[in-house]
């Protein structure tokens, strides 16, 4: 279950091999960069790039949720997490966003 969340945007899924330009720092998430992926500007993991070059596909696209919305937990990246809502889309979420996990009874 969630706490909401709003993106900011959807993204298309860059391929590995894609070049990451204009890196820096998040300064309000570790190991987050803000950065430009084709043109277009995002943040990525830094785990995700190596020689400025994406190592596997990506989509930044956050996952735009209500409040009390159950997800299923996909992959933990540091302090954010891709899941998907009942409906399958999928997208990133602050883990501090999410309030419960729960298990199927």
């Known amino acids: 279950m ?10 298309p899924t860059f391929p590995a091999g894609a070049a990451v330009e204009d890196l820096a720092p998040n300064e309000e998430y570790a190991h987050w960069m803000s950065c430009a992926i084709n ?5 990525v993991p830094d785990i995700f790039v190596k020689d400025g070059r994406l190592t596997r596909d990506y989509n930044p696209t956050e996952l735009v949720v209500a409040g009390g919305e159950p997800v299923e937990i996909e992959e933990i990246v540091y302090a954010w997490l891709y899941a998907k809502t009942a409906d399958g889309t999928r997208g990133w979420i602050p883990a501090e966003k999410v309030v419960s996990f729960g298990g199927a009874g």
């Open 2 to 11: 969630t706490d909401g969340h709003d993106g900011e945007g959807a993204f």
């Open 39 to 43: 043109g277009m500007k995002t943040y």
